[in-house]
């Protein structure tokens, strides 16, 4: 891969990434009209689909392809302003960094906060020369009430005085006012604030202010949003990976290929010519008569390769695979592990496909339900035929899986 196309991946997965935590940490808070769960629902869907266009880019960039194809739009969505760590009769009001102080050498200051009827405080003494952080917090009990408390918001203001403490007394260095107007609609009011001597312009220092409630002191705190979102338009043409079951199906495909083409060219072989397609014949009988043994219900397939992922059907299996190939590569500290890294990547899109459609609707549980026993059905059959073959160790694993799946089915 190019430069170019390196950094384009990063760039894609680093969206992905931050799109599928900002779904999932929205899909409580997210409404839409008067329905509570509609839009929570899409920003669910949109989090599974990102989930599973990453787990297709990383594959694009493994196998060195060109970056997909994407698209940024932009969803209008009603948002609820709420501040959750707070109580419902609580203001927490919060004094932040002091910057720019405009002082000669070092001094010790400290700041009051006064609010008629709510808040008479002051921080504790910080010594600073140009910059320091008071890290103080007011919690200030209100009450709400529909009518005094928006009034005292829409008049309310936050005096905030700058003092130098000195041997005796104290002087104002500077004094600064925040209207708590904005608490109407919004439950958070954040300000840089510059504190200023009385009847001057002159700026003596910096001082950041958050202020917040619960929710609003007057709207019902919802607030419309555009937010962006990436959506993959077009996926390079990804090569199929040659399975085990492919090379085999490809090995055997080759012969009868061979095969055909002989029996076509036999009338036209000179009566010198040795007839090699009786040899032929002969080579494929004891094949024929190996899928001829095989129980009802089982392919040659499943007994060449009956461990391969396309055949772990429960959520429990899937899982428990997962969980012993990162052992596997723990074990081996990550040397070699290309074949167990690329089968968890495909039991992980697995996993994602069945939790979407379980999600949307599209597999009840009926439906699951019905679908592992029948998986249940065909690996007793495997087992017992592996045993037969004497291949203990893809027993005693198609067994497992069938013990797994046992007990999803008696939990369920």
Same mark, same amino acid.
């Given at each position: ?55 297709? $880019? ?5 196998? #060195? ?26 203001? &927490? ?17 400290? #700041? ?14 910080? &010594? ?34 700058? #003092?130098?403490?000195?041997?005796? %007394? ?38 950041? $202010? ?20 990436? &959506? ?15 090379? &085999? ?47 009802? %219900? ?26 012993? #190939? ?34 949307? %609707? ?51």
């Amino acid at each position: 891969l190019s430069a170019e196309d390196v950094k384009k991946y990063s760039l894609i997965a680093s969206k992905l990434r931050a799109q599928i935590n900002q779904c999932a940490s929205d899909a409580r808070l997210l409404l839409t009209g008067d329905n509570e769960n509609e839009q929570s629902k899409e920003m669910e869907r949109i989090a599974t689909e990102s989930e599973m266009a990453l787990q297709k $880019v990383s594959q694009c960039e493994k196998l #060195c392809l060109s970056p997909p194809k994407f698209q940024v739009y932009k969803k209008a969505v009603k948002t609820l302003s709420l501040n959750s760590d707070i109580h419902e009769n609580e203001m &927490r009001v919060t004094l932040g960094k002091l910057s720019n102080v405009a002082t000669k050498g070092t001094v010790d200051v400290y #700041c009051t906060l006064k609010i008629e009827n709510l808040l008479d405080a002051h921080t504790s003494t910080k &010594r600073v020369k140009f910059a320091t952080d008071f890290e103080h917090t007011e919690r200030v009990k209100i009450v709400r009430d529909k009518k005094k408390l928006p009034k005292k918001m829409k008049f309310g203001r936050l005096h905030i005085e700058l #003092c130098q403490k000195k041997l005796f %007394g104290h002087d104002v260095l500077g004094v600064a006012v925040v209207k708590l107007r904005p608490l109407l609609d919004s439950a958070s009011l954040t300000e840089t604030v510059t504190i200023k001597p009385e009847n001057d312009r002159k700026t003596v220092a910096e001082l950041g $202010v958050d202020i917040k409630l619960r929710t609003p002191a007057q709207s019902e705190g919802y607030t419309i949003v555009e937010k962006q979102f990436l &959506r993959i338009t077009e996926y390079p043409q990804i090569p199929m990976a040659k399975t085990t079951r492919a090379r &085999r199906a490809q090995s055997q495909a080759i012969p009868a290929k061979q095969q055909q083409q002989q029996l076509q060219q036999k009338p036209v072989r000179k009566q010198s010519e040795p007839a090699k397609p009786m040899q032929t014949q002969a080579q494929s009988t004891p094949k024929k008569a190996v899928d001829a043994n095989l129980p009802d %219900g089982l392919t040659q397939e499943m007994v060449d390769d009956p461990l391969a992922v396309s055949y772990i059907e429960s959520f429990e299996c899937i899982m428990n695979e997962i969980e012993s #190939c990162t052992q596997q590569i723990a074990q081996r500290n990550g040397k070699g592990c290309g074949d167990l890294s690329d089968r968890i990547q495909e039991l992980q899109t697995n996993k994602s496909i069945l939790e979407a459609q379980v999600s949307s %609707g599209l597999l009840t549980l009926e439906q699951y339900a019905a679908k592992i026993k029948q998986a249940m059905v065909s690996d007793l059959k495997l087992a017992k035929y592996l045993k037969t073959q004497n291949r203990l160790e893809e027993t005693h694993k198609v067994l497992l899986r069938y013990k797994l799946m046992k007990k999803e089915m008696e939990g369920a």
